[in-house]
């Protein structure tokens, strides 16, 4: 059964940092693509906040970009999201996802909440 858990999050001053992690199990063939989304308070869509290849080509949502860092290691299936300068705008529930055996997989959600 593919599992994607998550930890880190909590709350933070604006300013402050946070780090998430995600590891994944039970791959049978092969994982592709891991990332982060985050879905806002009372938003109804989640947002791209950082994805990695599995050759390590990144991309990073406009908002996040110069301060959030998306780390992979292979070896273990994890990924890990360093998040600096933290606005409260970035509170949100930070989801992990990854494409595991062609289908995508997501994470139970993690809660991130910047007070100003």
């Known amino acids: 059964q593919v599992q994607l858990v998550e930890s880190g999050g909590g709350w933070v001053q604006a300013g402050g940092s946070l780090r998430l992690s995600c590891a994944a199990s039970g791959i049978k063939y092969s994982i592709g693509a891991m990332g982060w989304y985050r879905q806002a308070p009372g938003t109804t869509q989640r947002e791209l906040v950082a994805?990695?290849?599995?050759?390590?080509?990144?991309m990073y949502g406009n908002s996040v970009k110069g301060r959030f860092t998306i780390f992979r290691d292979n070896a273990k299936n994890t990924v890990s999201l360093q998040m600096n300068s933290l606005k409260p705008e970035d509170t949100a529930v930070y989801y992990c996802?990854?494409?595991?055996?062609?289908?995508?997989?997501w994470g139970q959600g993690t809660q991130v909440t910047v007070s100003s």
């Open positions: 996802n990854a494409d595991i055996d062609a289908l995508s997989s």
């Open positions: 994805v990695s290849s599995r050759d390590g080509r990144t």
